[in-house]
């Protein structure tokens, strides 16, 4: 198992990055929360977890190792698989999951694409009691080392297209459009190839 990797960030997307190491780069599939932390050029360490399948490997990029545990242990869970734990990973932070489960918190979970009422109640059954503990302070996970800490939706996204080479007023005139229907709980891997497509038409 591949648990981490430690390199230059050599290539920026929509859905993941390639670090660099060692002369090799390694396409890592990250949430946009992680991607927004990254620069471009820049030294970064990324938790990984490396998915097999008989047609494909797939290496999963995390801001930390708590985030890829809570990554793994999602997958536990019967018709849960790696897209569906990524996505689950991308609407809410790991401590907000581990609340969600142990409260059953049903509308929180029910606020991830392609979790149903059923499938967050199958969630909460199989996954409350081994989420472990519930960390309700404010500070997260020790910043890493090549990481900036998480910032609010519209920086993530600004700093996710800065990352792409977009410049800081396509950025924001992008932000500004796609923010117009964004909503309470945006999603923001949805919002940053909205603004691709904007930016890649007035190019």
Not at 25 to 34: E, K
Not at 59 to 85: H, I, K, M
Not at 134 to 144: H, N, Y
Request: proline share 5%; net charge negative.
């Amino acid at each position: 198992m591949i648990a981490s990797v430690h390199g230059t960030v050599a290539a920026l997307g929509p859905d993941g990055a390639v670090i660099e190491v060692g002369g090799v780069g390694l396409s890592v599939s990250c949430a946009p929360g992680t991607l927004a932390r990254l620069r471009l050029g820049e030294p970064a360490r990324l938790a990984t977890s490396l998915v097999v399948r008989e047609d494909s490997l797939t290496l999963y990029g995390f801001a930390d190792d708590d985030e890829r545990a809570l990554f793994e242990l999602l997958q536990t869970a019967n018709g849960v698989g790696p897209r569906l734990a990524q996505t689950i990973l991308a609407v809410h932070p790991p401590r907000e999951v581990r609340r969600a489960l142990a409260s059953a918190d049903l509308a929180a979970l029910t606020k991830v694409p392609g979790i149903g009422r059923k499938s967050a109640e199958r969630l909460v059954l199989e996954l409350r009691d081994r989420v472990g503990a519930v960390d309700g302070s404010a500070d997260g996970a020790p910043e890493l080392a090549g990481l900036t800490p998480v910032a609010p939706w519209r920086e993530q996204l600004r700093h996710a297209l800065a990352g792409l080479g977009f410049s800081g007023k396509e950025a924001a005139d992008a932000i500004d459009v796609v923010a117009a229907d964004a909503g309470d709980a945006p999603e923001l891997a949805v919002l940053l190839r909205r603004a691709i497509g904007l930016l890649g038409r007035t190019r």
